[in-house]
């Protein structure tokens, strides 16, 4: 059996200028009027790129009644289904970091980062970043 490796996004603040081509490059990929991400300003006025952190004790799993959020413990992804969701969006209210937003289309689903697994290039919000503040890391 295959050992998959286990990534996390990471982002150098320091390179990003605030372009929003992860933002745009996310939407492209999902087909989506939407992000999975957002770029903030920090209190001190840096560009500051959010994403899911596929959190290693995720509240949002934990907070989920319907099974729709889970943490896949070979990738270390948490990752959503849609399909078990029951939009009472507790993901939502339990996000530490503010990260997991209703899709506005369906008023029912969650819109929530899951690193483009079907992407063989991988996540496009990595791939499209001009300014490689957005990276890859392995972690074990």
């Known amino acids: 059996m295959k050992e998959l ?3 996390r996004i990471q982002i150098d603040r320091d390179k990003c200028i605030s372009c929003l081509t992860c933002v745009s490059a996310c939407m492209v990929e999902k087909g989506s009027e939407e992000s999975r991400n957002r770029v903030v300003m920090s209190s ?3 560009p500051t790129p959010i994403f899911c952190r ?3 004790q995720p509240e949002c799993v934990y907070t989920c009644m319907s099974g729709a959020m889970r943490k896949d413990l070979e990738t270390g992804l948490v990752l959503y289904d ?3 969701c029951a ?23 969650i819109l929530k980062c899951d690193m483009c697994i079907d992407n063989p ?3 496009a919000c990595v791939t499209k970043c001009p300014m490689e503040a957005i990276t890859v890391e392995e972690i074990k």
């Open 44 to 46: 001190d006025l840096k």
């Open 87 to 109: 939009s009472c969006y507790m993901c939502v209210m339990a996000c530490p970091y503010g990260v997991l937003k209703e899709d506005d289309r369906t008023k029912k689903e």
């Open 54 to 56: 596929h959190c290693d």
């Open 5 to 7: 490796k286990k990534r």
């Open 82 to 84: 849609k399909d078990k």
């Open 121 to 123: 290039t991988g996540p």
